[in-house]
């Protein structure tokens, strides 16, 4: 499903180059649950931005349903962005002056008819969040955030979920109850990345990769 061909990313600082990503290649099969875990600086969220079309590499490819997405214009890297991947972060990245069911709906649009306005609430209604609708993110607990962000980044039926540190900020019950719907997503046949420091991915995953230096330290089937 995706490919990346001798990736690199180099960031230049006033203090010189520094290369977050050193000729990484990896494939991350269909319905494949992947978790990607390695010591801050690593290259971890670099590495996930760049498979989301979000993050140009410095140099090689990464290659999605058999196409180079850095070599398509930034309108189809936009289009497939919405059609094929949903992130969640570990900030959640709500929007505060809008409520629940309007940032569900911020990849499609706000409006009272928007036909995307059913599916939202089914989704709400499915991470126990029906009674939230219309409540601000500040009167949100953390979990509710995350399943906030869940729900938007599950609202367009994507191919892929790219899930960075989406536990980082929640306690032992909410990370494992966040963890068990990008489960549940993967298994309807769905795939998953998930960037994290935890352990509570690993159940889930087919495969658990290592990070260090901006390179692929190990790799390893899970199951």
């Known amino acids: 499903m995706v490919r990346l061909e001798k990736v690199s990313k180099i960031y230049r600082t006033r203090r010189g180059n ?48 058999g196409r180079d997405i850095y070599a398509t214009s930034k309108q189809e890297r936009a289009k497939f962005r919405a059609e094929n991947i949903g992130f969640i972060f570990q900030l959640f990245h709500l929007v505060p002056y809008l409520n629940i069911i309007e940032n569900v709906l911020l990849p499609v649009g706000v ?26 993110p500040s ?38 109850q966040i963890i068990g719907y990008l489960s549940e997503f993967h298994r309807g046949g769905g795939t998953v990345i998930v960037v994290t420091h935890g352990m509570v991915a690993d159940q889930y995953a087919d495969r658990i ?15």
Do not use: C
């Open 111 to 136: 409006g009272k008819n928007w036909p995307g306005r059913t599916d939202a609430r089914k989704l709400l209604e499915r991470l126990n969040l029906s009674e939230r609708d219309y409540h601000k």
């Open 209 to 223: 990769i290592y990070l260090r230096d901006g390179q692929i330290e190990k790799s390893f089937e899970n199951k």
């Open 139 to 176: 009167e949100l607990s953390a979990g509710e955030k995350q399943r906030t962000a869940i729900a938007r980044a599950l609202l367009n039926q994507p191919r892929i979920i790219l899930a960075d540190e989406p536990t980082g900020n929640l306690d032992p019950e909410n990370a494992g």
């Open 18 to 65: 520094v290369k977050a990503l050193d000729e990484v290649s990896l494939h991350i099969k269909e319905n494949e649950f992947a978790v990607v875990r390695g010591p801050s600086g690593s290259g971890k969220t670099t590495l996930l931005l760049s498979i989301g079309g979000m993050l140009r590499p410095t140099e090689g490819k990464v290659i999605a349903n």
